[in-house]
């Protein structure tokens, strides 16, 4: 993953909540890397990767050649809408969002709902920084995407994705710029679920 898993594990490792998780959810996991990643990290946690019917199998080749298992399991359904659970210490998504704005909203309350009082959201994703000014591979794709008009949501500045999640139950607490250890302009996005 040209150095992104690493990065993303360095950065959310050292959170004081990673260390004392009990569960995770890896929202969109995909190939589920980054949930067995971090629950490599975490011997103590089980982590659940949730996503589409189809892709979680494809999780679950990876879960079982990791053997991991024990404490690592796939979920398949619709996050903005199916049930994903509950209890969850920390819920992690990595550039699996691709909706729009009133998608978003249905997923980020999905998330807070899931997560115990107290408990992280991090997104790792694309935002614009709030003068609207750069980075420019984010302000290229994002003007590429109004053009288009695919239906996808515009993206957000630091500032707005904050409110968002706030209007759906996570308060915002910090923005982790990524760059300079990626070749692309990421971000993790830290909310946590106020009780």
Known sequence: MLGRLQATLKLVREF????????????????????????????????????????????????????????????????????????????????????KADQARSFYENVARSLNDGGLFISQTFTIDDDRRAPLRNLVWDLKEEISKDGHMHLKTNSEILRVLKEAGLEGETVIDMSPDLSMPMRLVVARKRG
């Open 16 to 99: 004081p909540e990673f260390k004392s998780a009990k569960k995770l959810i890896d929202l969109g996991g995909g190939h589920g890397l980054f949930g067995i990643g971090f629950a490599q990290e975490n011997p103590q946690m089980e982590v659940v990767i949730f996503d589409q019917p189809g892709v979680a199998e494809i999780a679950s080749d990876y879960i079982e050649r990791y053997g991991v298992g024990d404490r690592v399991k796939a979920m398949s359904g619709d996050y903005t809408k199916d049930d994903i659970g509950s209890g969850y210490d920390i819920a992690f998504e990595a550039c699996s969002f691709g909706g």
